[in-house]
């Protein structure tokens, strides 16, 4: 059971990271310019242009980093003790952030309403189900 609950949490950490790479180098897929590309993924107030790239550069590296953690966790036999402990703060990382989301102060910092609507559907979900995910793995790991 852990390893299909850290498989899917590897395909979801892999796509992120694919397109954040993707962003790194300067595309915009999968929308047609930078400025609604901007809006829709990063959200803030007035946003005209996309995070510096090697901001996007560093989220490709550390999701693609905590899919490869999500697979090390669901070894029972790999990392011992302190790979278990690590899989704690990733699993708070995700859970907060899946949590803001839902809050008046963030709908307020993210006011774009491609952002407000993706964040709501698809953004905050998915992070709070991959830091359950996380969790999850970490409580199986201890049993």
Excluded at 33 to 42: C, F, I, S
Excluded at 78 to 106: C, D, E, I, Q
Aim: charged fraction near 15%.
């Amino acid at each position: 059971m852990s390893m299909l609950i850290a498989a899917l949490m590897f395909i979801a950490l892999l796509a992120v990271s694919v397109a954040h790479f993707i962003w790194s180098v300067g595309q915009t897929w999968p929308i047609r310019n930078e400025k609604l590309l901007a809006q829709t993924v990063a959200g803030f107030r007035d946003i005209e242009r996309m995070p510096p790239k090697m901001a996007s550069l560093a989220v490709a590296i550390a999701t693609l980093l905590a899919g490869i953690l999500a697979l090390a966790l669901a070894d029972h036999d790999s990392g011992g003790f302190p790979l278990t402990l690590l899989g704690l703060p990733l699993a708070a990382v995700f859970l907060v952030r899946g949590a803001l989301g839902y809050t008046a102060w963030w709908a307020d910092k993210t006011p774009e309403p491609s952002f407000r609507f993706n964040d709501r559907r698809v953004y905050s979900p998915l992070c709070l189900m991959l830091g359950a995910g996380f969790l999850t793995l970490v409580i199986m790991r201890l049993l």
